[in-house]
């Protein structure tokens, strides 16, 4: 089993709707959990970060933490064509080892 | 935020030939960097983690001998491909960990190789 499981899309929504990008992880005892963005071609780009249960949200962008179903998930509101990456999700328990899912392909239709 | 400048972003050597690749946290300290590999449309891998003024850490299956990683300080780490061969040739991304931060890394902008 993988520490942490994404769905490897590709996932499209058209200009405007809400994007939603799911997380899954193995590891109870995680406390830090990150969502980054990835351009093609570029390095990850820290996006959102949550430690808390419950919702977080930052402009256009809302994770949603629940420790008790061990799921993080991503909803974009508003996506823009520039939304269009791949997010990858990633989790830690101690700082010291990151577990990184595969990451979700995003296309936002114009 | 916090910078992290990855240098070259981009290098082209031939078969044999070392390469080295450096990883500063330009406006925090690094108690711990990482090194991940990563191949066109697949995740990251990660290579390696460094702590300050001790060995890095390699994961199962990546040769210590062949990338040599060392963090000097608590700005800088280096990953050294040593003897590169065409099958080394990847994209190489570091990350740093602030000693202060919750657990946040932050990424380099990459290195890609290319071993001809």
């Known amino acids: 089993q993988k520490e942490v499981e994404q769905n490897s899309g590709p996932l499209s929504v058209p200009e405007g709707a809400i994007a939603s990008l799911n997380c899954t992880y193995s590891?109870?005892?995680?406390?830090?959990f990150f969502w980054y963005r990835q351009y093609s071609g570029k390095s990850p780009e820290l996006i959102m970060f949550?430690?808390?249960?419950g919702d977080k949200e930052d402009g256009r962008f809302t994770a949603q933490l629940n420790k008790a179903s061990q799921y993080v998930s991503l909803l974009i509101r508003d996506s823009q064509p520039s939304d269009s990456a791949t997010y990858l999700c990633?989790?830690?328990?101690?700082?010291?080892?990151?577990?990184f899912g595969t990451g979700t392909s995003l296309t936002v239709i114009p | 935020g916090a910078v992290v400048s990855q240098h070259p972003s981009r290098v082209i050597c031939k078969s044999g030939t070392s390469v080295k690749i450096e990883c500063r946290s330009l406006?925090?300290?690094?108690?711990?960097m990482f090194w991940y590999r990563q191949f066109p449309k697949q995740s990251l891998m990660l290579m390696a983690t460094?702590?300050?003024?001790?060995?890095?850490?390699?994961e199962q299956g990546v040769e210590k001998d062949k990338f040599l990683i060392n963090h000097a300080s608590l700005t800088l780490s280096t990953l050294t491909v040593t003897s590169a061969h065409p099958e080394d040739s990847s994209f190489y991304i570091c990350?740093?960990?602030?000693?202060?931060?919750?657990?946040?890394?932050?990424f380099g902008a990459g290195t890609r190789l290319s071993v001809l």
């Open positions: 460094s702590n300050e003024g001790s060995k890095a850490t390699y």
């Open positions: 590891d109870r005892g995680s406390q830090s």
């Open positions: 990350s740093a960990r602030p000693g202060t931060s919750r657990n946040i890394q932050y």
């Open positions: 990633a989790v830690t328990n101690t700082g010291n080892q990151f577990y």
């Open positions: 406006d925090f300290q690094a108690t711990t």
């Open positions: 949550i430690y808390s249960n």
